[in-house]
């Protein structure tokens, strides 16, 4: 379980497992495909690589 800001319904929820479509390890980072309770597809790229590049860009 992970915490997500929807940009469509524009509110903070919690996604579960059920809710994934699909993890994959990009250059990017962690790449996690999930559907948001509002019914959106939405991705969200996490883990070190991920955190080196906000770090860098902040």
């Known amino acids: 379980m ?3 800001n929807c ?4 509110t903070r929820v919690l996604i579960f497992e059920s809710q994934v479509s699909s993890v ?4 990017a980072g962690i790449e996690v495909r999930f559907t948001c ?3 959106t ?3 969200q790229v996490t883990g ?3 955190r080196r ?3 860098v860009a902040a």
């Not at 994959?24 to 250059?27: K, L």
């Open 2 to 4: 992970f915490d997500n």
């Open 7 to 10: 940009q469509v319904c524009a």
């Open 24 to 27: 994959a390890n990009t250059p």
């Open 37 to 39: 309770w509002c019914g």
């Open 41 to 43: 597809e939405q991705t």
């Open 48 to 50: 070190r690589v991920a």
């Open 53 to 55: 590049r906000e770090a």
